[in-house]
């Protein structure tokens, strides 16, 4: 029962893993290319697992996407805060929103989170997650986007905001369960002290 269990799991990720990756492949007019969807796989990756019923660290649903969500806000916050403050042109003077690297932050938010949740049960998981964020940085740098310090900053501000989200959760989140369900016609809140 248990292999058929790992079957079941290892067929789902895939499935996700191949869905996201077969995304759009060309460029349409405004430039879109495979490094926008694959910004997002690391974190989509985490949720695959948790949704194919690979046990994380965190142990509800609740905590997993509240995570997950906080890590990406802050991220942003900074990114898109020193975006619109900085104005430094992009490589191809397209626009003054080069640095830091939004595709970066995003990708480098996803495999920390990747880590923190999954990185206990192979290596290799935060090896993925960590090199694909390295690839779509550097695609990012290929295609006259960004300049390398751009995705550095990025990089270090999705990695950094990350942690700083798993070190608060860890200090101040005292319960060991906080629960929310839905019932069809409520919701419902279950925190254990």
């Not at 595709?103 to 993925?128: C, D, K, N, Q, V």
């Not at 964020?133 to 550095?152: F, G, K």
């Not at 101040?172 to 809140?189: C, E, H, M, P, R």
Request: hydrophobic letters at 40%; charged letters at 15%; aromatic letters at 10%.
């Amino acid at each position: 029962m248990r292999g058929l269990a790992y079957g079941l799991r290892a067929r789902c990720l895939r499935i996700g893993v191949l869905f996201l990756t077969a995304c759009p492949l060309t460029a349409n007019a405004q430039g879109e290319t495979i490094d926008d969807v694959m910004q997002h796989v690391p974190m989509a990756s985490a949720f695959a697992m948790r949704a194919c019923g690979v046990q994380s660290e965190s142990p509800t649903w609740t905590e997993f996407i509240a995570t997950a969500g906080v890590s990406y806000l802050v991220g942003t916050g900074v990114a898109y805060t020193l975006k619109h403050t900085v104005k430094e042109w992009r490589p191809d003077d397209s626009d003054q929103h080069s640095f830091p690297s939004g595709h970066s932050m995003f990708a480098f938010a996803g495999a920390t989170t990747l880590r923190h949740e999954y990185g206990h049960l192979s290596p290799w998981i935060t090896i993925g997650g960590y090199g694909l964020a390295t690839l779509v940085a550097a695609d990012r740098v290929r295609r006259d986007r960004h300049y390398v310090h751009d995705v550095c900053a990025g990089a270090a501000i999705g990695l950094l905001g990350t942690e700083l989200t798993y070190y608060l959760k860890k200090k101040y989140i005292k319960t060991k369960i906080l629960d929310v369900s839905f019932t069809g016609q409520a919701f419902s809140l279950y925190v254990a002290l």
